[in-house]
């Protein structure tokens, strides 16, 4: 068994916001099939519109319709792309200015080698499938044949349309008399994953857990009870070795009802989050507080560990399902004082 324990981690978040009214305007053209930049004063079109003037900071209020036809000005390859990127494949990321812009624009180029890329070459858009008001309303760039710049003609309106061979692009433009609403919010998933690497000492309080057992260590200076084990104490800096196995019963320090739905509860609302100080510890643990209404549960509340189903538990705190009210008397203030 090796020394410590490790595990892959992964924090994310739904990251909701609201466009305004330029960016806004720029989606609702990706999810309708054409690109809209916007004028500054200078004269110059931008893609995507800059919200505000760079020179005067007044709202961008000129849009202007450019093509889906463009120029690379510069590239990089990236060859072995990681989780999220537009492709699972290498491919290039491009900047692009499209016919009628005067800067360029960021996305993938499909292509399968960087022999195929070069300054200057012609793409154009690639219209995702479906089309919901993102920036991968465009799944990327494509080369565009020197055939296709013939027969395409020499650019003007028609180039910013879906291209007919997206039958299901081409075929929600047609679809229905009523425009859809504008695009006014954009929901992105934000999301790391890493592997954690738990220290010896957390490593004895996960190991304590797969065991049914809460585990923390004594300082040997001023006998505070840490758990998790820290290490070393966090008063003091005393490296802690003495192992000490908790009681599975404690006191509710404070807590708080839960009355907002969250991007991956797991218990409907409301419920409680508390801090439970374990008898023998000096620091409390956060945990759930079960079995008992919301608005009954108290300060000084004396609860204990409930365990899921052996066959569930990991080496993971959530192995202890919830606290319960043990049904004995509240414990005095004086006890706990000193750990809120
Ligand atoms: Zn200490």
């Known amino acids: 068994m090796s020394r410590t324990l490790q595990a892959p981690v992964t924090v994310a978040f739904d990251y909701t916001r609201s466009t305004g ?11 309708d099939g054409h690109v809209v930049g916007g004028r500054t004063s200078a004269g110059a079109v931008v893609v995507p519109p800059l919200e505000f003037d760079p020179v005067t900071h007044e709202p961008t209020t000129d849009f202007v319709e450019v093509s889906s036809v463009g120029t690379v ?27 009628g812009a005067d800067v360029p624009f960021l996305h993938a180029l499909d292509v399968s080698s960087p022999d195929e890329v070069t300054t200057g070459m012609r793409v154009r858009v690639r219209w995702a499938a479906e089309r919901t008001g993102h920036i991968n309303d465009i799944a990327c760039f494509e080369p565009v044949a020197a055939l296709d710049e013939v027969e395409g003609g020499a650019g003007g309106p028609d180039r910013a349309r879906p291209q007919p061979r997206n039958e299901a692009a081409t075929e ?22 890493y592997d954690y690497a738990a220290s010896p000492e957390e490593s004895l309080f996960y190991r304590g857990l797969n065991e049914g057992r809460i585990m923390g ?25 003495e192992e000490v196995e908790l009681s599975q019963t404690g006191t509710v320090t404070t807590f708080c009802i839960v009355n ?18 374990l008898d023998g510890a000096d620091i409390a643990v956060l945990h759930l507080i079960l079995g008992v209404p919301a608005d009954e549960v108290r300060m000084g509340m004396r609860v204990k560990a409930v365990w899921k189903p052996r066959d569930e538990w990991t080496f993971s705190l959530e192995n202890i399902d919830h606290f319960a009210p043990t049904g004995e008397p509240d414990a005095e203030f004086d006890t706990y004082k000193q750990h809120l």
């Open 217 to 241: 260590q004594r300082c040997p200076t001023c006998q505070k009870v840490y758990i998790p084990p820290r290490s070393a104490c966090p008063a003091d800096g005393t490296p802690t070795e």
């Open 73 to 99: 000005t510069s590239w990089t390859w990236v060859p072995e792309p990681v989780k999220d990127q537009p492709f699972d494949r290498p491919f290039a990321f491009a900047l692009v200015t499209l016919d």
């Open 260 to 277: 907002v739905p969250f991007l991956g509860q797991k218990i409907t609302p409301p419920y409680v989050s508390a801090y439970v100080l």
């Open 21 to 31: 009214p330029v960016i806004g305007r720029f989606l609702t053209g990706l999810r």
């Open 172 to 193: 929600q433009s047609r679809s229905g008399d009523v425009p859809a609403a504008p695009v006014t919010g954009v929901v992105t998933r934000v999301s790391l994953d």
